[in-house]
């Protein structure tokens, strides 16, 4: 059963940072489709950082700058680096995964594997 685990998260001041980390199991980081999303209560999920099964690396204009996204090959983890973090960053953040299509298959829209999400809270 894929699993993805996301950490990492919790309270900062603005201008302050975090990294999140996403752990996945009985899934490859490499050579797929993922993504790091957010999503704020009575609000629609936001597209944060996604990465492809190429390698490229897409980012929100509201993040770009400050958010990193990067995969650590030896742990199999999807990894957010969050720098000068500001309020309007405060959100549930989730991983999430596509079925490993291959490299002949351009990533879609819809993710199917989610993790549970781990909440960020940025105070001015």
């Known amino acids: 059963v894929v699993q993805l685990v996301e950490s990492g998260g919790g309270s900062v001041q603005a201008g302050g940072s975090l990294r999140l980390s996403c752990a996945a199991s009985e899934y490859t980081v490499n050579s797929n489709c993922m993504g790091w999303f957010r999503q704020v209560p009575g609000m629609e999920r936001e597209k944060v950082a996604t990465i492809d099964n190429h390698g490229t690396i897409t980012y929100a204009d509201s993040v770009k700058g400050r958010f990193t996204l990067s995969l650590d090959y030896f742990k199999n983890t999807l990894e957010l680096q969050m720098d000068n973090l500001k309020p309007e960053d405060t959100a549930v953040y989730s991983c999430?995964?596509?079925?490993?299509w291959g490299l002949g298959v351009s990533c879609y829209h819809t993710y199917n594997y989610w993790g549970q999400g781990t909440q960020v809270t940025v105070s001015s």
């Open positions: 999430a995964g596509q079925y490993p």
